[in-house]
């Protein structure tokens, strides 16, 4: 059996955003797929079962330390074969003590977590250095991500195996009729459409989209969706009130069904990340419903948009975005081409061949 753990702070299946939890429900559900017992772990408010999707979803109850033990106290009593851990390296340090299963280890970020506490910094590093030793592979979500992290942590080189992240390109996908039923919700008539769908923040770059939209001389539409600063958060923010007074729209987070339906709406996907962008899942899951993506020319988006699925624009410069944004709008033969190119890009990462690729690593430990 296999068994995924993770962040403990969004109960699954998270329908209304959370990159990671996606991450482990979409990969667990294709693993079951093939034949594969697999089972979730769940924060929740009290300890349960449900069965989603072929996958058993694991609840359990209390802060992030309680449930950590909890996961290790339970999971004892479950015939493991593999233990995969997202993000969570501390877990891995508990199973290894408790003598439990191999652990892998998937990670899109490589600070350790008590970072930002400035009198805790030296001591938390080395703690966390110990965790991550625990691991017996750490596989890195792309290139990029293994590459800093190779160089934050200085572990051996035998101890990475990347893992992409995935898209499912089964419900994400072109779709003419889900693009016409949208376009008519959003009531933007025949419009060109700019979408951006994720966290908003300085470091995902809303800013910098908000800014470029300002720039553009051709009539568009910009929509922007998604939770203020972190998944789970119900408040608005300044950004929001910039998006509605330069004239975009902004819905707040959607629930997992609708994500086909508004990313078909749309013309062009922009992803304008400053920093820190390990794999871009939203710009993937684009891709494969035919959108060509603007994204910054940055971190792992350097490997998941490539010149023949979209474009990519100078990090941090908003007049870069616009003038990007301008030209692919601005030639319809271009777009088509690109759109044929973001579903060919999207097939390499369909989550049946990512499950794939988790068999062969499990299979080395």
């Given at each position: 059996m296999i068994v995924h753990v993770g962040p403990s702070?969004?109960?699954?299946?998270?329908?209304?955003?959370?990159?990671?939890?996606?991450?482990?429900?979409e990969l667990a559900e294709a693993q079951a797929r093939a034949g594969e017992r697999v089972m979730v772990y769940s924060g929740g408010p009290e300890i349960g079962w449900r069965e989603y999707r072929g996958v058993s979803i694991r609840y359990l109850s209390g802060s992030?330390?309680?449930?950590?033990?909890?996961?290790?106290?339970?999971?004892?009593?479950?015939?493991?074969?593999?233990?995969h851990i997202h993000n969570r390296a501390e877990i891995a340090w508990l199973s290894k003590t408790a003598g439990l299963g191999p652990a892998v280890l998937s990670c899109d970020y490589h600070f350790e977590p008590w970072r930002r506490f400035a009198h805790l910094s030296k001591i938390s590093k080395t703690v966390w250095r110990e965790c991550l030793?625990?691991?017996?592979?750490?596989?890195?979500?792309?290139?990029?991500?293994?590459?800093i992290f190779q160089a934050y942590w200085g572990l051996p080189a035998g101890r990475f195996a990347?893992?992409?992240?995935?898209?499912?390109?089964?419900?994400?996908?072109?779709d003419a009729a889900l693009r016409a039923q949208w376009r008519a919700r959003l009531g933007f008539g025949d419009r060109q459409i700019i979408l951006y769908l994720g966290r908003l923040c300085l470091q995902k770059g809303t800013d910098l989209l908000i800014a470029a939209y300002?720039?553009?001389?051709?009539?568009?539409?910009?929509?922007?969706?998604g939770p203020c600063e972190r998944f789970g958060e119900t408040q608005t923010g300044a950004l929001v009130t910039q998006i509605r007074e330069a004239g975009g729209t902004y819905l707040p987070p959607l629930d997992d069904a609708d994500l086909p339906g508004l990313y078909n709406a749309c013309d062009v996907f922009v992803m304008p990340t400053r920093e820190l962008e390990m794999f871009g899942m939203a710009a993937m899951e684009a891709q494969?419903?035919?959108?060509?993506?603007?994204a910054s020319d940055h971190g792992g988006l350097r490997e998941t948009v490539p010149e023949t699925a979209g474009v990519r624009f100078r990090t941090g410069d908003a007049a870069d975005l616009a003038a990007h944004l301008e030209m692919l709008l601005g030639d319809p033969e271009w777009l088509a081409a690109l759109g044929e190119g973001a579903r060919a890009n999207a097939a390499r990462y369909d989550w049946p061949r990512i499950a794939q690729r988790c068999q062969e690593v499990y299979a080395a430990l």
């Open positions: 702070h969004l109960p699954l299946p998270a329908l209304l955003g959370g990159a990671i939890e996606r991450r482990m429900m992030r330390p309680e449930f950590a033990l909890r996961f290790v106290q339970d999971v004892g009593r479950r015939a493991a074969s593999v233990i030793l625990a691991c017996d592979r750490i596989a890195p979500v792309s290139a990029y991500c293994r590459e990347p893992i992409p992240n995935g898209v499912n390109c089964t419900r994400f996908h072109a300002r720039l553009l001389k051709r009539p568009v539409s910009l929509v922007v969706a494969a419903c035919g959108k060509p993506v603007v």
